[in-house]
């Protein structure tokens, strides 16, 4: 598979595209989540009480509701991925774009609820080593639109 980078303004063009597929994706994970607990909720309620009746038909939506909110939440993160964007933590919005600086491969760091990329890192530094985007990030790439590289 081909490894695309980005320059800071492609980069950040990206953006609301990216805040509308994480959103979707979390959106989709909550709900998820709150079916994982009804069913928890269910399974103690059984195993306290020796048996209950239960509702095989509701809990069979339920189980299909959560499989297709699983299928979506995987599209996002697959068309996220598609574009050559790294999602580094789904449940803060985390996205890393690749970008290369005077030869050297660094990590765009965007997070969910900030206006725009602010922050980048090496590729093993990671969050806690994020650094202010400073000009030399910003004007990158030729004439500032990048270039992919294969």
């Known amino acids: 598979m081909a490894h695309r980078t980005f320059t800071f303004r492609q980069a950040q063009e990206l953006l609301p595209v990216l805040e509308g597929l994480l959103r979707g994706a979390l959106k989709n994970k909550k709900r998820s989540e ?3 607990a009804r069913f928890q909720e269910i399974n103690t309620q059984i195993m306290l009480s ?4 239960i509702d ?3 809990l069979g939506r339920l189980r299909k509701e959560r499989n297709h909110l ?4 995987k599209d996002k993160l697959a068309e996220i991925a598609a ?3 790294q999602v580094k933590d789904l449940d803060i919005g985390l996205l890393d774009f690749p ?3 005077e030869g050297e491969t660094i990590l765009l760091c965007w997070k969910l609820g900030e206006k725009s990329i602010g922050h980048w ?3 093993k530094e990671g969050f806690a080593g994020r650094k202010r985007i400073d000009s030399r990030i910003v004007n990158a790439g030729p004439r500032g639109r990048g ?3 294969h």
């Open 34 to 36: 709150e079916i994982d």
């Open 56 to 58: 095989i038909e509701k």
């Open 99 to 101: 970008c290369v600086v």
């Open 83 to 85: 574009l050559g964007v």
């Open 50 to 53: 020796g048996g209950m009746l």
């Open 147 to 149: 270039r992919s590289l």
């Open 121 to 123: 890192h090496g590729v």
């Open 70 to 73: 699983t299928e979506q939440i």
